[in-house]
């Protein structure tokens, strides 16, 4: 666990004032300089707050009563008079607080399990495109490595003249594989497409977005018209695709 996670698990205990003294220290120093930890603070004050005002106030049994304020030594242990109520115990209240702590804990520890959940997802988000990435960059070096292998360049057209890439392809092993760079990420509601060129008809072959830095690996559905293509192209559609080109054609490359 980094330093800063283990900040950010304290903060429900934090708000509740239940941090040892060297660590409530430790913790409100490192506060002073992290705003997540102090956002992380002020959500589980007002959660854990707010929800213990909400508990409807309920009368304790008479004897769990005399016990707990004999356990803290606000009437004797053995007492079961009544007894006039001193200031500090009329300012305490009793009828509420056991319910109180139990919401607060209850909430801290639900806004603890939610943050700790979310921050697990994105974590698990990053593994995933991590291991995507990991197995387009095996299909690209599986591809090369084919004895067999065609490759062909994709230039940039005017609508994307930084654009560039080039797709690798195998008729023995049935595989094909993508690679563009240069690209504008596609605007809201439109993605990049795929065609391959055989005979009249361009041949939907896969749809993809771009990374931040412009570039897109894909492996390609592999195709009959992919036996005998003369055309790679790709050009920008409606987010879901089209069966025939309607947007501009940002990429192409003739394979013979």
């Known amino acids: 666990m980094s330093g800063e996670d283990r900040f950010l698990e304290l903060a ?15 913790f409100a120093e490192h506060a002073r300089g992290c705003d997540d930890c102090r956002r992380e603070l002020a959500a589980f004050t007002a959660v854990s707050g707010g929800l213990a005002l909400e508990v409807a106030p309920v009368a304790p049994p008479p004897r769990l009563r ?21 200031p500090a115990e009329a300012a305490w209240p009793t009828s509420r607080w056991p319910l109180t702590l139990a919401a607060s804990l209850a909430a801290a520890l639900g806004v603890a399990l939610l943050s700790m959940t979310a921050r697990n997802a994105a974590e698990q988000r990053r593994a995933d495109e991590l291991e995507r990435r990991l197995r387009e960059q095996q299909a690209v070096q599986e591809m090369m490595a084919d004895p067999g292998a065609h490759t062909v360049a994709l230039a940039g057209l005017p609508a994307a003249p930084r654009a560039g890439g080039r797709v690798v392809w195998s008729t023995q092993s049935k595989r094909a594989v993508l690679m563009a760079s240069g690209l504008a990420p596609a605007p809201p509601g439109q993605v990049y497409e795929v065609w391959v060129i055989a005979g009249a008809a361009p041949v939907p072959s896969g749809l993809f977005h771009v990374d931040a830095g412009g570039r897109a690996t894909l492996e390609l559905p ?29 990429l192409a490359g003739s394979a013979g």
């Open 222 to 250: 592999w195709l009959s018209a992919t036996e005998s293509v003369k055309t790679f192209a790709v050009t920008l559609e409606p987010e879901g695709g089209r069966p025939a080109p309607t947007g501009a054609m940002v």
């Open 66 to 86: 005399q016990r707990v304020l004999g356990a803290v030594g606000l009437v004797p242990a053995t007492s079961t008079a009544p007894r006039p109520r001193a």
């Open 12 to 26: 429900p205990l934090a708000a509740l004032d239940a941090l040892d003294p060297a660590e409530a220290r430790e």
